[in-house]
T-cell receptor, first 114, second 111 residues
């Protein structure tokens, strides 16, 4: 499968624990986005990378959240000291960045904070 | 920042009928408008998109129209089929930046 992949697909954790998610982009897609989706809502932007550079963060990305994209390939999103309000689907999307603006989504990681 | 409003929130049609979903956006700098289909438990899938230099685009049974002056765009699905049942999201962005999504429309097609 050459699409965007995410790992894990599901994560259940207790409040206060740290969690890390991984996104593997489509090969040679140099833009990578993280979104969060809660039930009944559209995806909400969190942050994005052009290659290894993090270019924008939304107000939703509190200081408990951090994202990296070393070497401009896969990306990780870490949430520290999780709260129940962090429960959501975390989606990764990648874009060629060559004038083609289509964003292709991964299957997401569903986080449940107990 | 950009704000996208989407209507209706739910839409029920009979198989074979047409369905129309409408979105408005606020930021005149937005120039890229994709539509995504999301089935229950699945990832959003891009079904069609339009750029601001085009007024209409068609792909088989789906079409999108854009009115830049009024800042609204619409998705049209003709000859609906039960497999069209899903949640549809519109989005807007300045190309190469984050997508701002509407809240979604749940389309139900009954046979």
């Amino acid at each position: 499968d050459t699409g965007v992949s995410q790992d894990p697909r599901h994560k259940i954790t207790k409040r206060g624990q740290n969690v890390t998610f991984r996104c593997d982009p489509i090969s040679e897609h140099n833009r990578l986005y993280w979104y969060r989706q809660t039930l009944g809502q559209g995806p909400e932007f969190l942050t994005y990378f052009q290659n290894e550079a993090q270019l924008e963060k939304s107000r939703l990305l509190s200081d408990r959240f951090s994202a990296e994209r070393p070497k401009g390939s896969f990306s990780t999103l870490e949430i520290q000291r999780t709260e129940q309000g962090d429960s959501a689907m975390y989606l990764c999307a990648t874009e060629p960045g060559t004038g083609k603006n289509e964003q292709f989504f991964g299957p997401g990681t569903r986080l449940t904070v107990l | 920042g950009e704000n996208v409003e989407q209507h209706p929130s739910t839409l029920s049609v009979q198989e074979g009928d047409s369905a129309v979903i409408k979105c408005t956006y606020s930021d005149s700098a937005s120039n890229y408008f994709p539509w995504y289909k999301q089935e229950l438990g699945k990832r959003p899938q891009l079904i069609i998109d339009i750029r601001s230099n085009v007024g209409e685009k068609k792909d088989q049974r789906i079409a999108v129209t854009l009115n830049k002056t009024a800042k609204h765009f619409s998705l049209h699905i003709t000859e609906t089929q039960p497999e069209d049942s899903a949640v549809y999201f519109c989005a807007a962005s300045e190309a190469g930046t984050a997508l701002i999504f509407g809240k979604g429309t749940t389309l139900s097609v009954s046979s």
